[in-house]
């Protein structure tokens, strides 16, 4: 069990007024920096989505989030998800949503809410370790952070056994830096192109974390060698890839930049929740 988790309930449902507001506050400013982008790179209103990074937070943090108006969340670690999905969905399904793959009717009483709800789409966007697939597959809707074909075989074994059908987002390095994961770029569309005809994924777009550095240049080149990619995958007509539209890129501090260069999904955690008191 990561550290933290012995002395963080994260599982608690229940947070102060003056907290869910902070976070609220968060949303607000978060959703308005992605429109503000959206408008400056002339991008239609709405084109990119908010997602939610909920590492170190609390079920009542995350449903505050989600009531100020996130639309899509995502964790690191399959131990958080294990914690939080079960109080998630129950405390959803009473505000007329749907998390995940989860069936709604295994955890609440009251499914007659989800069958008119909105759904939250929920993802991994931390790195996943084999034996751990099994923690996240009844509930994630989309792993996000798939780099490598080995991976990308045993999840889909798992996904077939269970007659489920898993996101995938293909992980690239375009950094370069070694203490990020990924495929390195030269080999992401022949991955892409095998992701795309196994049974039990459906591979729904790329993935990448913006180099970590100070200098635009270098940070812009990743984002839009990422989207050059997609193109390519796209223009392949290749089985199983003319889904492959989705960009996740752009975190709190590199957003606006992620957006110009083509980004579908920014994952935002400091910038609603503020600093984590855990790594």
Known sequence: MTAYMDHKNLANEVIDAARAQEIADGVHRVLERIAAAEAAAGRDAGSVKLLAATKTR????????????????????????????????????????????TDATDVTDAPAAVATAGHIPFHLIGQLQSNKIGKVLPVVDTIESVDSIELAEKIARRATMRGITVGVLLEVNESGEESKSGCAPSHAIDLAKRIGAMGGLELQGLMTIGAH????????????????????????????????????????????????????????????????AFI
């Open 58 to 101: 609390d079920v009542g943090e995350i449903l505050a989030a989600i009531d100020a108006g996130v639309r899509m969340i995502g964790e690191n670690r399959p131990q958080e998800v294990a914690v939080k999905s079960a109080g998630l969905s129950k405390r959803l399904a009473e505000r007329g949503f749907s998390l995940g793959v």
């Open 213 to 276: 550095v100070d200098d635009e240049r270098t940070i812009r080149a990743g984002f839009a060698h990422l989207r050059r990619t997609r193109d390519q995958i796209l223009a392949s007509g290749a089985e199983g890839t003319a889904g492959c539209t989705e960009l996740s890129m752009g975190m709190t501090h590199d957003l606006a930049y992620a957006i110009e260069e083509g980004s579908t999904i920014v994952r935002v955690g400091t910038a609603i929740f503020g600093e984590r």
